[in-house]
């Protein structure tokens, strides 16, 4: 018969934190830190990539999202006024013009004003539109459903999609790929293990991003942030990864 410790004398884990961070335990302890370091990576890429593709606070879009807006391929059958070329740096972006548009299972004349198009509109071309009663929108640029939902998404197929893309890419992977190895091989295990337990440490680094939570809490709500709580959601975020990486340089050997 095996005799193993009494219960009354086992380590309690929740009295004495420690009995579950193996203290002595480099590879954990280096480990436990990569994982916050991937974390923070992560958390940094998938912030600005909602940040670049937040919903367009139009008021328009806001009037169109009001009254209950959905999106639909819609089929050009007139187009009222010129068509005006749209450039960005010196090249041809794309056209707006103000066109009539048959919806399917909604209005077969639909006005359309200030649409943008990436190629020049004509009779029985197709576009998606964001509509709801008598009003419309047309923006090739845009990703439409998300507008309708008010919410973002992480990587909608158009311009601001793409960029979020490559931003959480760079943010994400290279910054994982530099912070992590740095701040966990070249940190000193004992030095890691002081900070994880460190009530002040921990703190200040809980501070911030309480602050940066607050600043984006609109957007995931899906409704319009202020100008002060955009400055807490950037700043903040700026602010949570200097004051990472300032209380890890002392970790480092």
Known sequence: MSVGVPLAKAPSAWGDPRALS??????????RTAAIWLLVAFSAGVFFAAMMTSPDWEERVDALRDAGAEVSTATVVARQGQVREVISDGDLEGY??????????????????DAFTYDKPVEGAEADVLWAGSGGYV???????????????AFPDDENGDAALVAFVILAGIGGA??????????????????????????????PAVGVFVGFRPLLLGREATLTEMAFAGGGF????????GTSMRTLR
């Open 139 to 153: 923006d090739d640029r845009k990703h439409l459903p998300t507008l309708a939902a008010g919410r973002w998404a």
């Open 178 to 207: 530099v912070l992590t190895p740095c701040f966990t091989i070249g940190a000193h295990a004992g030095r890691l293990q002081r900070l994880a337990w460190s009530p002040f440490a921990q703190t200040v680094r809980a501070v």
């Open 22 to 31: 193996f203290v002595d335990s480099v590879l954990w302890v280096k480990l």
């Open 96 to 113: 707006t013009s103000d066109l009539v548009v048959s919806v399917p299972g909604g209005p077969e004349r639909l006005a359309v004003p």
């Open 238 to 245: 700026l602010l949570v990864l200097a004051v990472y990486i």
